[in-house]
């Protein structure tokens, strides 16, 4: 099931409408991935869910990385996904921390100075990641050799056709993964793929 930018969005208000009557506490979570990209007009297909990398500290300027949300704002979530056919195949994940680990190792230097702050209501609010940041995590995806959506990543990178400067920062990034060896033929091959086999020798 895919979702379109301004399903996503409608969902997200209901999330909220929802975390109101339950009278969660306010969060405000970074977001990346398909989402982030469309929710800030940097591209128009549909996505499949919204992928969290945890919870924004504004006292640190960091990202708290999350394993799972708390359990009544599980039961939100839930409960938009019971009330949308449209999510049955995806259930409460249609929100999910799946790319929280991504958060631990540590996001691209000066992300939280790029972040773009949506807030949905007044319990939920987003923060999106910037293009910069968006395209060295999909970069980092699209290099995945046995990642079953590469092929998604790698068509998002080839239509928002970064430029030579992102994609060295990009490739900055990655090369301070603990995983850089492991990635690092898959992200001289998506390198390629994209016109830059100059960047591709250096790696």
């Known amino acids: 099931m895919e979702l379109s930018n301004n399903s996503i969005l409608r969902l997200l208000q209901e999330l909220d409408n929802w975390m109101e009557l339950e009278d969660c506490p306010p969060v405000s979570w ?3 991935g398909g989402a982030a990209l469309g929710l800030q007009g940097l591209q128009n297909r549909p996505t499949q869910d919204v992928d969290v990398l945890g919870l924004w500290n504004e006292s640190v300027l960091g990202v708290s990385s999350i394993d799972s949300f708390p359990s009544n704002v599980t039961a939100c979530i839930r409960r938009v996904a019971d009330n949308h056919p449209e999510l049955a195949g995806l259930g409460a994940n249609w929100v999910n921390p799946g790319p929280s680990s991504l958060a631990q190792d ?3 230097e000066g992300f939280a100075e790029r972040l773009e702050e949506l807030p949905i209501g007044g319990k939920l609010t987003l923060q999106l990641l910037g293009r ?3 395209l060295a995590l999909k970069l980092y995806a699209a ?3 046995m990642g079953r959506r590469r092929e998604v990543h790698y068509g998002d990178l080839k239509r928002l056709a970064p430029t030579f400067e992102e994609l060295d920062f990009a490739v900055g990034w990655i ?3 603990r995983d850089f060896d ?3 033929i898959g992200v001289k ?3 390629r ?3 830059h086999d100059d960047l591709a020798y250096y790696v």
């Open 143 to 145: 290099a995945d050799d």
């Open 182 to 184: 492991t990635k690092s």
């Open 106 to 108: 540590g996001l691209p």
């Open 132 to 134: 910069q940041d968006l």
């Open 175 to 177: 090369r301070t993964r």
């Open 189 to 191: 091959d998506v390198l």
């Open 193 to 195: 793929r994209l016109g």
């Open 30 to 32: 970074v977001v990346c």
